[in-house]
Nanobody, 122 residues
Framework: QVQLVESGGGLVQAGGSLRLSCAASGSIFSINVMGWYRQAPGKQRELVAA???????NYADSVKGRFTISRDNAKNTVYLQMNSLKPEDTAVYYCNADTVVASATLYDDEFWGQGTQVTVSS
């Protein structure tokens, strides 16, 4: 129905930057909220940042001032610019989309990407 494909993860030294991208495709009528979550080994998945279709944003306290979320509604794509990275930012980062699916009837559903690894070395 709806697929999310992430890219941009990798290995970076502390203080460095990475930019994650997530493109949604499929039977999309509209996407309400797009977000980035992360899960470190042995920890629960947590919200990193989210953005509404209107551009309102929300950030975890731990990333405020360092990460910036943005989206291109025409391309159904969300980005996460990560600056001043710290070793504690190391995790698998997942894209999430709260989507209105275009089917015989419209309905709301939530979709996840496959995850992309971000590793920050000290």
């Amino acid at each position: 129905q709806v697929q999310l494909v992430e890219s941009g993860g990798g290995l970076v030294q502390a203080g460095g930057s990475l930019r994650l991208s997530c493109a949604a495709s499929g039977s999309i009528f509209s996407i309400n909220v797009m977000g980035w979550y992360r899960q470190a080994p042995g920890k629960q998945r947590e919200l990193v940042a989210a953005i509404t279709s209107g551009g309102s944003t929300n950030y975890a306290d731990s990333v405020k001032g360092r990460f910036t979320i943005s989206r291109d509604n025409a391309k159904n794509t969300v980005y996460l610019q990560m600056n001043s990275l710290k070793p504690e930012d190391t995790a698998v980062y997942y894209c999430n989309a709260d989507t209105v699916v275009a089917s015989a009837t419209l309905y709301d559903d939530e979709f996840w990407g496959q995850g992309t690894q971000v590793t920050v070395s000290s």
